[in-house]
């Protein structure tokens, strides 16, 4: 009696444990499954608008979207993280200096750029399409985002030769790093 009653409850025991192991191991897949479909969904999503789908499925979903308007970089900016901005920076270095008087390589001179108008520094050979806008445009926050993410696109014949930055939220640390480079660094969206 004793005795089987242990035998029945180790059965029972051994019933539940596996029940257990059973729950937790589809909860494990579950959640490793949801995440990789999900990350291959915007993948894929990306993938579609880089290859020109752009008008097709635009009201759809908020990736196709995000790919052709400007993402709206204020809000990332509140968070923006100094230390990964100033590395990024190594991504200008070949060409711009971003010391006070620092000398022009093949870009200009890049202190006190937030703020400044297109076309900043005096004595550098802009392009046409930067001078044209010299005196009208100033390298805001969102205009150097813009600028950033693809300099080609977004500011047809200037000279700049590099493929942007696609990822927002490191432009955004880069942008707040570079705004500290200045005699009057901007307030920073709160
Ligand atoms: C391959 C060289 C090269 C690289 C790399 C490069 N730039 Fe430039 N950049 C230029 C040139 C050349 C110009 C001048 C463009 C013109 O006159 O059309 C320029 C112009 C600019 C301007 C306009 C400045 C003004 O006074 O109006 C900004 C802003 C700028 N670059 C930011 C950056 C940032 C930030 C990076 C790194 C993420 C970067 N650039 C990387 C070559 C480069």
């Not at 200008?92 to 703020?115: E, M, R, S």
Request: aromatic share 8%; net charge neutral.
């Amino acid at each position: 009696m004793n005795q089987s009653g242990l035998e029945l409850n180790k059965i029972v025991a051994a019933v539940l444990l596996a029940g257990i192991i059973a729950l937790v191991a589809s909860f494990a897949s579950d959640g490793l499954y949801q995440g990789g479909s999900g990350h291959g969904e915007k993948d894929a999503k990306r993938g579609y608008t880089i290859a020109g789908a752009e008008s097709a499925d635009s009201a759809g979903s908020a990736a196709p979207a995000a790919e052709e308007k400007p993402v709206d970089i204020l809000p990332l900016l509140a968070g923006a993280d100094l230390t990964a901005g100033e590395a990024q920076v190594k991504k200008c270095a070949a060409c711009h200096t971003f010391d006070k008087g620092g000398k022009n390589g093949v870009g200009p001179n890049q202190w006190n750029l937030i703020g400044s108008d297109f076309g900043h520094v005096a004595g550098y050979a802009y392009s046409d399409a930067i001078k044209a806008l010299h005196g009208s445009k100033k390298w805001g926050f969102q205009e150097l985002s813009d600028f950033l993410a693809g300099p080609k696109k977004y500011l047809p014949g200037n000279k700049m030769s590099f493929a942007g930055i696609k990822n927002p939220q490191d432009r955004a640390n880069l942008i707040a790093y570079l705004n500290t480079l200045s005699d009057k660094p901007l307030p920073l969206p709160k």
